[in-house]
């Protein structure tokens, strides 16, 4: 938009105006939230609430020059987790944690938490972009410029490992082949399948480091290929064996949010990458909510429904706020199932339970399928101090990768470290919701995939 022959995008001052208007429209809802009827209208849970929503925001639709990257993954998942939903649900008076009620008090305590965090959070990021000083990016191989023949050995390996992938994939859901389309179908799944599904290790390295060797392959190829038809054909076999509606939401998300930042540019141009993550948590992510748990008869919505966030889906802040609230505190013991995820329970009979399932039976909780949110699960093993530890970590593990895309590779997605970066930032919002187990075990699983396809485009891409 031009005024007067200058171009108001690029004025500081006309984006510092921008973002005051937006404020003081978000203070002006505040106070008509507050105003309006409820079961708890206490002033100072909005005023922090109202801080934690604004200071996401501020890193939100700031530095439009890096569209993506896991520290704005990082503000989109406080924001709306931990800024919108649990408004929402404090107002109402909803009890997402298994019908436990959390006090006003802890409401209050939680936010100013979180706002420490947001502070250590960006003062260890920028510590860390100082630090990083060497010009090496780790798994890089640039794509070659003009005109050249792909190596033959090269795109039939790809296509191998694609294939296995396929084939491996059907083969695992040869008794229930539409659970591949539909993950929840009840009136046509397996049983057997069903019970088995994520409960061993051979699963989970099924589901998780074999299906989505074809994503990665498809990745890599868009950024290092060049022939539209094998693009097409890897994106077929990525579709078929990882269908959004057969992925849980957080893996859709994990895999199709890299896919739309290459196969569309305008997806990489300032804020539009928010514009498409809010648009798929807003419509996408309940619609597929459809296919949790689907039978024949059922119907199918696609809308807008703001009172999602006061279901369980979002009871990220309020397990965070449960384990603060009755100091459940383990020492590290919830860590250790982290770490040693690979672990069968033959070997180690008394492993613990993913950490939200350790909760609810821990204090008998109506519901035992609660989540645990990365900071919940920080405190529950050492407590603040493993909530600020955690915090650190995280913003060191975020700088790093956006370090080496943004500053070293200067946001050029055509080399090889692009599938690992796009992939992690994909991931952020499953390990930040939580649990941590699933989100670390899926991460690992999925760069290690993706390692494999980077060996062979280093062994065979010439």
């Not at 913003?395 to 080399?415: E, H």
Request: net charge positive.
């Amino acid at each position: 938009m031009k005024v007067g022959g200058v171009s108001l995008n690029n004025n500081p001052y006309y984006d510092m105006l921008t973002k005051l208007v937006s404020f003081v429209l978000i203070f002006i809802l505040y106070l008509f939230e507050l105003d309006s009827p409820g079961k708890y209208n206490n002033g100072l849970v909005y005023f922090s609430n109202a801080l934690v929503v604004i200071y996401s925001l501020i890193h939100i639709i700031s530095d439009k020059k890096r569209g993506f990257s896991s520290q704005k993954i990082f503000y989109l998942f406080i924001f709306f987790f931990m800024g919108i939903a649990p408004i929402l649900q404090y107002k109402n008076g909803d009890e997402t944690v298994g019908g436990y009620k959390i006090l006003e008090q802890t409401y209050i305590y939680i936010n100013f938490i979180l706002l420490f965090i947001f502070i250590i959070f960006d003062i260890f990021y920028y510590y860390f972009s100082l630090k990083f000083k060497s010009k090496k990016v780790p798994f890089y191989i640039p794509k070659k410029s003009g005109n050249y023949s792909e190596s033959k050995i090269w795109i039939l390996s790809l296509i191998g490992l694609a294939l296995f992938s396929t084939a491996l994939t059907l083969y695992y859901f040869r008794e229930a082949p539409l659970m591949l389309v539909f993950r929840g179908l009840e009136d046509f799944t397996s049983t057997d399948l069903m019970k088995q599904k994520d409960s061993s290790f051979s699963v989970l390295l099924i589901l998780a480091f074999a299906r989505p060797i074809t994503f990665a392959v498809c990745l890599n190829y868009l950024c290092m290929g060049k022939n539209k038809y094998l693009k097409f054909i890897f994106i077929i076999l990525a579709l078929i064996t990882n269908f959004p509606a057969g992925l849980a939401r957080l893996r859709v998300a994990a895999y199709y949010l890299p896919l739309m930042l290459l196969l569309f540019k305008w997806v990489r141009k300032k804020n539009n990458f928010v514009f498409l993550f809010c648009f798929g948590l807003l419509l996408i992510f309940p619609f597929l909510n459809n296919f949790r748990t689907f039978s024949s008869g059922q119907s199918i919505g696609l809308g807008l429904d703001f009172e999602m966030f006061r279901s369980m889906n979002f009871d990220s802040y309020q397990s965070f706020a449960f384990v603060f609230q009755n100091e459940y505190i383990t020492f590290g013991r919830q860590l250790l199932v982290v770490l040693f995820f690979w672990v069968p329970r033959s070997i180690w009979p008394d492993k613990p339970l993913m950490s939200g399932r350790e909760v609810a039976n821990e204090f008998d909780l109506s519901f035992g399928q609660i989540s645990m949110n990365y900071f919940g699960e920080g405190y529950i093993n050492f407590g603040l101090v493993g909530v600020v530890v955690f915090a650190i970590f995280l913003s060191y593990i975020s700088c790093y990768f956006d370090y080496k895309f943004w500053r070293l590779l200067k946001g050029n997605i055509y080399n090889t470290f692009t599938p690992f970066y796009l992939f992690f930032i994909g991931m952020c919002f499953f390990f930040m919701r939580g649990d941590l187990m699933n989100g670390f075990s899926y991460t690992i699983f999925l760069l290690f995939a993706n390692y494999v396809v980077y060996k062979v485009t280093r062994s065979f891409y010439k």
